[in-house]
């Protein structure tokens, strides 16, 4: 299955709280950090909600 690798790349600071959990939620903590995860509509509607703190790719998979 395929995988994201999502980095956060803006700061979090002056958003609404739901974008700061949802950050959260994906484990990213500040500026930089990376982390990689299933590829699931889950996931995706988690990046969609913050797409403008963060940037994300498509590795591995099919």
Known sequence: MAQLKVQ???SKIG???NQRE???S???KRIG???IKEDRP???GMIQTVR???TFEVVGGE
């Open 8 to 10: 956060q790349t803006k």
């Open 42 to 44: 889950e996931i995706r």
């Open 22 to 24: 949802t950050l959260r």
């Open 26 to 28: 994906l484990g990213l």
């Open 33 to 35: 950090d990376v982390v």
């Open 52 to 54: 403008h703190l963060v």
């Open 15 to 17: 958003t609404k709280a």
